[in-house]
Structures are given as C-alpha cells and as structure tokens.
C-alpha cells in the first residue's frame, strides 16, 4: 500500500439484513409467503464490503474510522452487532415506519440521507448486492444521491493513498485499474478478501456499544411523502411463483440405448455438424 | 401519499392477522391496536388474504403527463473498440415489440470513442431514430461522463421507456441516471410487456429466483428497466430506415474525476455465455479428473464445460463457468446437464436454453421439470457410450 502522507479516513459500509435462506415459496391456495422457521442474516455480500472497509481503515492513517449503515425493522440491530464483531467502530440504523416499501431509488435515497446526518464520509463501501431484492443498483444510486463518483464491480484494492483510492475493476473480457479520488463509492465482488469471523472478543467488547438510531424526524429531509413506499416510484402489482412447467420426453431403455437414442436425437436436431 | 391503513375493528383473530405478513410487519402498538411497521415491502398479501380489515389508500398527487414521453429507448453499448454488445441487438428487438403496441418510435443510444459500426448495426436491426454521442473522453466507461451523455439524451428525446443491457457498466450506469431523474428503475426483468398506458410491465425474479415480481412505475417517466445478455432474442435485420442525430456535451460535462490506468484484456477463451452447446458439470460427477468426459463430449458438440456452483466451490472448475444467479445467465442452443439436481438457483441461469437435456440417476431431481429430453440413468454409463456414438456417427458423414 501507499507510503505517501497518510490520513484519518472515515470510511462508510452499508450492510442490509436478508432472510437466512432464498428458499421462499408461495403457497398457491393462500397466495402468501412460506417463510418457516427462516431466520435473518446478514446480507453475506456485505461481509466483504466490511472486510474492505475494514483493510482500508488499517491501511489509511491513524484515527480512521469505519461506520456501518443499515436501514430495516429494529431487529436489524443484530447486523450492525455482527458489523462490530469484525472491526467496525459505529453503527447507524435508519429504522423510521415511514421508510417502508422503499424501492430502489427510495432505499438508495434514505441511506445517502444517512450518509449526510452522520458523515461527511471519505468512502462508501457497498456490497455487490443482496441475496433479497437482488438488484445490485442501490451503491449506484446512493452515489447519485451523494453527488460523488463510484465504480462497481472492485476486484481488488490495490493502493490506498491520502487523496485518492486505486482499484482493479474486473468487466467480462478485460481487468480495469482506476484510481478514483475521495470522496467516492465502491461496490465490492464477493471475494475481494476472505471476510473474517465475528470475534469473540469484539463481540464482549463492543456488547454495550452505542449505535445511533436514526429515524425520520432526525435526517435532513423530513417530508414522509419523500420516504418509502410514497416516495417509490415503482410498485409491485403482484407476486407470484416461477413457472417452471415445460413439455418434455424421457429416454428410457438400458443405459447403452439411452446412450444411442440421445446421439440420434442430437443427430437429427443438427447438434453434431 | 399512499399507505396500507388497518381497519382495527374488522380485525377478528389478532394473532392471525398479525402473521398474514410475511416480513413480520404487522405488529401492536403501545395502545394494543395493530399498526403496519418499518419492515413493509407492500406487498399486499395483508390486503389480499385480510377480510377487509386493510386497505391500500393512494392519495398521492397525480404523476406526470404521460403523453410528453414517447418513444422506447436502448442504451446500446459499445467497447473501446467500437464493438457493439450483442445485448444491445436483443433490446432493440423487444422495443421494437413494445413500441409498436403503442404507435411509439424506437430510439437508440450509444456512447463511445468510437460508433460507426454500432450506429449502422442499430440502424440496419430497425431503431427509428440513434441518438451518438460520439468523443475520445467516452473511449473507457466512467460514469460521470456517460451519465452526463444519457441525461441529454433524456432530455432531448424524452422517452416513456428506457431498456438498459444488464452488463457490469449498464448496471452502473441506468441507476445512476434513473436516480438523477428520480425515476422507476426496475434490475434485471426477464419478462417485457406494454400496457395501453404506456406503463412498461416488467417481471423480474425475486428472492433468488423462488419468486417473481410484477413491477409497474405507474407516475414517473421514463421507466428504466435493465436486462440481462441473452434473455431475449436478438430480431431479424430488416431495412434501415432510422435517422441518425448526432450530439455533443459541453466540455466541463465530459471530465470525469475517474482516472483509469490500464486495461488488461483477458484470454480469448470463449466464454459460456457465447457457446452455442454446454456440457454441465454437476454434484453426480465424483471426480475432478471426470471432468476430462465431459470436456469431451463438448468438445464433440462443438461447445463448453460449464458448472454448478457446487462445482466451482469445490475448486474443480474455474468461476467463469458457473451457471445460475450467483453466475452467468447462459442461453444455448444446446444444453447437456450431467449430474445437475437442478435447484433453482441453477434453473433460473440457464432455463431460457433452447433444448435441455438432463442425465441424473436420480427420478425425482427436479432437473427434469425443466428438460426438454431426460435420461435416468447413471451419467458413467450413458457418457461415455454417447461420446462413442457420437464419434461414429461423425465418421460416416
């Protein structure tokens, strides 16, 4: 890492809690969702936005300092507990009624209202996306809200400097170096860094931590209508099961038929030119 | 505004309505009246299954005039090299589709360093109208620039719809520019649709796929939407008709704070997505070294070894070959899975394949819900005598 002038850094990560497992069904009498017994976690793609945000506060100067954010129901408290277990100084929780039913641009708006009520921040670590919505925008638009730029998909960390962060971006056919100057957002890969356990020690240590609880009546912006589900601009109209139903045909006969009937019928479907 | 109000005395078993919600939402108060709290996704199911007892109440301003904003647009990306992303040639064929339903034109946007040949593609695959913003500072995608170009683009054309290519920039890009609009923006839709009034209906996989959800921005324009590579299909060449408008930002509106130092390309290995035929390689295959059969056999179909994700977890295959959420969304021609369960997860990446075949010893695996043609039968066997076939079959054309 970088042997210029080092800085205090105040570096952001924004975490979400997910349910512990994506095996939701819907039940096609009731129509309602089949969560049994399904505890909540940590988004697991924000272990490595911590884990980066973690090696970039032990990288900057001294007196740097890791906040991480969360918007949800009170009980996301336990994330931000989790987040301290692995280093993390601050915790922040946006928890207000109003913000529900936030889409995108809704959640991507209160979490950069956060970011102001309890920054100014050097840099935002997002991770790639959660298990949940799985829509991967949200560091994006937050970075719009912020007015800074950001770049996603970071593969590496490859210099943390005093004005400046250098990363390697990685595309589909090409690696991309970039060195972004703060303030600025990233998202991480998943795998960026091997995310370390909670600690044990942390956990004793930081058990009576303080977090800021951060609700509507506190941010800058305090009009409901620019919050959640009012201020959503999309809106789901259903849910519903995937359809998986196709017509097919099974090839039976002992294995050596099966075998031959399957080469005929790649044959005849032109798959063997 | 709009919100879900609780009719407290039409609620009958508090116990029970408390748990219509999925998210746990619905919970008492201090006054032991029920209320609706932070963890609501409005999903509706309380108003659906609640007898009544909630109602969604939509107060909310009127949105805007939906007839300022014609046109359905595709952000058509272009490399470095002036190479347009196939996703682009997808999208124009879906729009076409949609704009038609509405009388509306099809529009075209592409930035780059260099856009001749993608200019003539759009213009030859139908677009009505490409919009180019054409300048060295657009060589590297950096998002203030190309967010800069995207917002005139807006501006100057005002479209009712804006499809986005799911690619690691169109993902970076769309959001930033539907959150400088203060817009819709709906992430990877599998299913494309337009209503009479102009709302785009877009359905996207939730929850990794186990649920899938209708999304409608019935208030804003435009309405962004992005989608993946490969989700639909690209449309025949026609004859190009379109006009071509070619503009330019203001010098301050191209710098951008990013400074990219190098560009390293990958190897030109084809990639699983580009194959036409994927021989997949899942939890019924023992060992690593059996990989070699499969690598065979695809090697006869003119295609690629691809992988489940316990595959790629277990080290045997490089991440680049998994299929599935957490991997690459593929669409072959020809699929051949070898051991594959089919869990969801998998099934979502690969399901718009044109022919699956499955070969699992297990009857039950849900693989064969899916497959086109199936085999029950253990892999060892079947593999081997097929790739023998194959080969004789090669040697009498």
Redesign the interface.
């Given at each position: 890492m970088s042997c210029e002038e080092k800085e205090p850094m105040k570096i952001l990560v924004c975490i979400k809690q997910v349910?512990g497992t994506?095996?939701?069904?819907?039940d096609e009498t009731?129509?309602?969702?089949k969560?049994d017994g399904v505890a909540a976690k940590m988004n697991p793609f924000d272990l490595y936005a911590l884990e980066t945000a973690v090696r970039i506060k032990a990288a900057a100067g001294d007196g740097s300092e890791v906040t991480a954010m969360t918007m949800?129901?009170?009980q996301c408290e336990s994330v931000v507990r989790e987040a301290f277990m692995m280093g993390v100084d601050r915790g922040v929780i946006l928890?207000?009624?109003a913000?529900?039913?936030a889409?995108?641009?809704m959640t991507?708006?209160t979490l950069a209202q956060g970011a102001r009520k309890t920054g100014p921040y050097d840099l935002v670590v997002c991770g790639k996306q959660t298990?949940?919505?799985?829509?991967?925008?949200?560091?994006?638009?937050m970075?719009?809200?912020l007015g800074i730029?950001?770049?996603?998909?970071v593969k590496s960390i490859d210099d943390v400097g005093a004005k400046a962060v250098?990363v390697t971006?990685?595309?589909?056919?090409?690696?991309?170096?970039?060195?972004?100057?703060y303030p600025?957002l990233l998202t991480v890969e998943?795998g960026i860094f091997e995310p370390r356990l909670p600690s044990y020690r942390l956990m004793k240590a930081t058990a009576d931590r303080e977090i800021a609880w951060l609700g509507l009546k506190d941010l800058d912006d305090t009009d409901?209508?620019h919050y959640g589900?009012?201020g959503?601009?999309?809106?789901?109209?259903?849910?519903?099961?995937?359809d998986?139903?196709?017509?097919?045909?099974?090839?039976?006969g002992t294995?050596?038929e099966?075998?031959?009937k399957?080469?005929d019928?790649?044959?005849g479907?032109k798959?063997?030119? | 505004m709009s919100y879900i109000k609780i009719h407290q005395s039409k609620i009958a078993d508090r116990e029970a309505a408390k748990a219509l919600c999925p998210f746990g939402a619905i919970a008492e108060n201090a006054a032991g009246e029920l209320e609706i709290g932070a963890g609501c996704r409005m999903c509706r199911l309380c108003l659906r299954k609640g007898g009544g007892a909630f109602e969604f109440v939509d107060d909310s301003a009127p949105g805007v005039d939906k007839s300022k904003w014609r046109g359905v647009a595709v952000v058509a990306e272009v490399g470095p090299d002036g190479a347009l992303h196939p996703v682009g040639l997808e999208l124009l064929g879906k729009a076409r589709e949609l704009a038609a339903k509405i009388g509306h034109p099809v529009q075209a946007v592409v930035i780059g360093a260099k856009t001749g040949d993608a200019v003539e593609r759009l213009l030859a695959y139908g677009a009505d109208e490409v919009y180019v913003y054409e300048d060295p500072a657009f060589e590297h995608f950096r998002i203030e620039p190309y967010a800069n170009a995207l917002e005139d683009f807006i501006e100057a054309a005002h479209p009712s719809s804006v499809l986005v290519g799911g690619t690691v920039n169109g993902r970076s890009l769309a959001p930033r520019v539907a959150a400088r609009f203060r817009t819709g923006l709906t992430a990877d839709c599998t299913v494309l649709d337009m209503s009479e009034s102009t709302d785009l209906d877009q359905i996207r996989p939730a929850y990794g796929g186990n649920i899938m959800a209708h999304i409608n921005t019935p208030r804003h324009r435009p309405q962004f939407a992005t989608v993946r590579y490969k989700i639909f299909a690209a449309p025949p060449k026609g004859e190009p008709h379109g006009r071509v408008i070619r503009r330019s930002l203001a010098a301050e509106r191209l710098l951008s704070k990013i400074e990219v130092l190098s560009r390293v390309q990958k190897s030109a290995e084809k990639g699983i997505e580009e194959a036409e035929a994927l021989v997949v390689c899942g939890r019924g295959v023992k060992r690593p070294e059996d990989i070699a059969m499969l690598r065979e056999l695809a090697g006869l179909l003119g295609g690629e070894v691809a992988s489940t994700r316990a595959v790629v977890e277990a080290g045997w295959l490089d991440p680049k070959r998994q299929i599935g959420l957490s991997g690459r969304t593929v669409k072959p021609k020809l699929i051949v899975t070898c051991g594959v369960s089919g869990a969801i997860q998998f099934v979502a990446g690969m399901s718009g394949s044109e022919t699956i075949v499955a070969i699992n010893s297990d009857p039950k695996a849900s693989i064969f819900k899916i497959a086109h043609v199936g085999l029950v039968g253990d892999l060892y066997a079947i593999v081997p005598e097929l790739i023998a076939r194959i080969k004789a079959k090669k040697e009498t054309k």
């Open positions: 349910p994506t095996q939701v069904e819907i009731t129509g309602t969702l969560r949800g129901p009170p928890s207000d009624r913000f529900g039913g889409d995108v641009l991507s708006f298990t949940d919505g799985d829509t991967a925008q949200v560091g994006a638009e970075a719009e809200w730029p950001h770049v996603a998909n250098s971006v990685d595309l589909p056919d090409c690696t991309v170096a970039e060195r972004i100057p600025c998943k409901p209508k589900l009012n959503s601009p999309t809106q789901v109209k259903r849910i519903f099961p995937p998986v139903h196709v017509e097919h045909v099974s090839i039976d294995d050596e099966k075998a031959a399957l080469a019928f790649l044959d479907r798959f063997l030119q | -």
